[in-house]
């Protein structure tokens, strides 16, 4: 309910709700934190995560998303580089937090230190390569897979005709989407 508040642009009505339940959840918390980052109210939002009594791996990332969302990719790291555990998703918002600001260096360097790597990071370090330009490296990325699945296949065709200035169109877009989507990938 908080969420579907908070979507309708009632944030007021949001808090309401949550500061009157009588219990709260690591999701609900989480939802509150989403949704003052969303409306542009990170100090909100940094204040609901330092309020939680307990904080799952969720919550940890979305508070690393929403502090990267707005601006500030040194605090959003050293967040990140307190989380008790990572997962896909956490390595992988760190990642694209770093390649939405054009930080490929970092982003590269953190790609390198993931202790463990699946088809949606491969993805986004792959096609965050070959979009900016760098088709070299991102062939390079390819290949050093050490699984070629179709949406890292898709990945690598789709930055290549961006490459080499082909024409995309409608069927090409929306197959970008597909892969996006199937790896993981969130489009911000």
Known sequence: MVTALAERNQLEEARILF??????????WTAMIVAYSNHGHLEEAMKMFARMPQRDLVAWTAMVAAIA?????????????????????????????????????????LFAAMPVRDTANWNTILAASAERG?????????????ERSIVLWNAMVFGSMAMEGEARNEISFQGNLLTCNHGGTRLL
């Open 19 to 28: 500061d009157r339940a009588p219990c709260h959840d690591d999701v609900v």
């Open 69 to 109: 969302l707005h601006g500030s990719l040194i605090d959003a790291r050293a967040l990140f580089d307190q989380m008790p555990q990572h997962d896909s998703v956490a390595w992988n918002t760190m990642l694209g937090a770093y390649i939405q600001s054009n930080c490929l260096v970092q982003a590269r360097e």
């Open 134 to 146: 760098n088709v070299l490296q991102a062939g390079k990325i390819f290949s050093t897979l050490p």
